[in-house]
């Protein structure tokens, strides 16, 4: 059973406006910490939810109807996670730093002496997804991100969640004041309203936004830091269709194994990943009929669980509803679910030149549901790639000979690059690995700003600016890159 909705508290404007005060009064002691100083925070965040896994992952359970198989593992990634960061802080990440010895003479030729480092841009908003209640919430990977890069931290809990995220935070609480660290480095508002992450974002102490959810959502905030006397940076994430694309030849050789792979990959979760495969694009040949056929088989067999809350549920209703109604489309899989039930996954068929022609097919259904677009070769492909504008990820399944491909394929994997964030060559998107190298953001709409990414280390650069130095200093240079 999920979380009563009637235990929500609605923080007040004025608990918002304390919450940013704080964390600004924090914030020159925490911009100004060493890498241990952080490191040791973070790894007593990690510690503290380890130790409280037999309450929290029940609690979470309880809240989300995720299953404690699922809880623990994404516990166990959020606890990683923080050490990973952790670790980054110790080796002195956030304080990298480039000089540039003076060179007699006037520009070009010549220049003064210079030093380029990093500052932490101030307390971040971060807006806590529905969908990862440990992992892209409270101490998710944004929080350890910014933590690490020297930023304060305001947390917008999110309202399906709300018991789980006061736990973890008055535990993350305890940990700050048991290293005697400024209350202020993190704190948290919370509420169901629009009203309350609007007033975060509008806070004047705040200096950056990070915000996991809905498209329009996050558009809406993202209007409103941008609206602010000062705009301030919207990291956004917002959704995406995960194309998957394959070749005649691996669904001949591997068709009926893929179909298995990617049924479980668009269940996965009932389908509440932002990296849930949407869009399957296929030729018009016997081999990928056959895959059809068989992915049709494997959807209607999987069980999704119950969706996280009612509003996700009355959207994938919505939006297999539209789909179902779309002249265009030919629906292969479309059970209803009875009245109460989890969800029935969706799969449909539309042409390359309907597909591409209305946008309104390109956008997200967040649910277990995917189109399959039928294409009459690899140019085709391509064109569905560039209308669907922008991705988290684009899968290429048969791309990975030891050989560069022919050119029409070759086009289609760089327009996969040019439309995602990140490209796969064999597997399905769902599942991000936390690492140095991974790139988890896309262009619009899948993200608002390409650049950067919300999972993985190279995180850390979303909340640190650069400042050259000209001149500087012998003290100021022997910091090594550590603001004052």
């Not at 929500?8 to 404007?13: G, I, Q, R, V, Y």
Request: charged share 20%.
């Amino acid at each position: 059973m999920k979380f009563d909705m009637t235990t929500l508290h609605e923080s007040t404007p004025e608990q918002i406006d304390a919450a940013a005060r704080h964390a600004a009064d924090a914030t020159p002691a925490w911009a100004t910490s060493s890498g241990a100083t952080r490191a040791r925070l973070l790894r007593g965040l990690a510690d503290a939810i380890e130790g409280a896994r037999e309450k929290l992952v029940p609690l979470a359970d309880g809240e989300t109807g995720l299953g404690p198989g699922r809880l623990n593992g994404e516990l166990d990634r959020t606890a990683f996670q923080l050490r990973g960061f952790a670790d980054k802080a110790e080796q002195g990440d956030a304080f990298a730093f480039t000089e540039d010895e003076a060179v007699a003479g006037a520009p070009p030729a010549g220049r003064p002496r210079l030093a380029r480092v990093r500052v932490p841009l101030g307390p971040v908003a971060m807006f806590s997804a529905s969908n990862f209640p440990f992992a892209f919430s409270v101490l998710g990977g944004d929080t350890a991100a910014a933590l690490a890069a020297g930023c304060t931290v305001v947390v917008k809990a999110h309202p399906g969640h709300p018991g789980l995220s006061r736990e973890v935070m008055k535990l993350a609480q305890g940990v700050v004041q048991q290293q005697s660290l400024p209350a202020g480095v993190l704190g948290m508002v919370e509420g169901a309203g629009i009203e309350v992450g609007v007033r975060l974002v509008q806070a004047p102490q705040i200096a950056a936004v990070a915000f996991t959810g809905s498209f329009r959502g996050g558009r809406a905030l993202e209007k409103v830091a941008q609206e602010r006397p000062r705009p301030i940076p919207f990291f956004g994430e917002l959704g995406s269709v995960n194309p998957i694309v394959p070749t005649p030849a691996v669904l001949g050789a591997q068709g009926p194994q893929l179909a298995q792979t990617l049924a479980a990959s668009i269940a996965l979760g009932a389908g509440q990943f932002c990296t849930s495969p949407g869009v399957i694009v296929v030729p018009r040949d016997a081999a990928s009929q056959a895959f059809v056929d068989e992915l049709v088989k494997a959807l209607a067999t999987q069980q999704p669980h119950g969706m996280l809350t009612p509003l996700i549920r009355t959207g994938f209703d919505r939006g297999v509803q539209g789909w179902g109604r779309h002249a265009g489309l030919r629906p292969l899989l479309s059970e209803r679910a009875a009245d109460g039930a989890a969800p029935r996954p969706f799969l449909a068929e539309v042409d390359a030149p309907d597909f591409i022609a209305d946008a309104s097919l390109h956008d997200e259904v967040f649910g277990p549901a995917a189109l399959v677009v039928r294409v009459d070769d690899a140019d085709q492909a391509r064109q569905v790639l560039e209308a669907i504008g922008g991705s988290l990820t684009v899968t290429l399944w048969g791309f990975d000979g030891d050989e560069p491909p022919a050119a029409p394929e070759l086009a289609l994997v760089r327009a996969a690059s040019q439309v995602a964030g990140r490209v796969l060559f064999a597997g399905v998107p769902t599942g991000v690995a936390v690492a140095g190298s991974q790139q988890h953001g896309g262009p619009f709409p899948s993200s608002t700003q390409p650049s950067s990414t919300s999972v993985g280390y190279a995180a850390l650069d979303r909340f640190l600016r650069p400042v050259a130095l000209q001149d500087a200093p012998a003290w100021l240079t022997r910091r090594a890159g550590v603001p004052v």
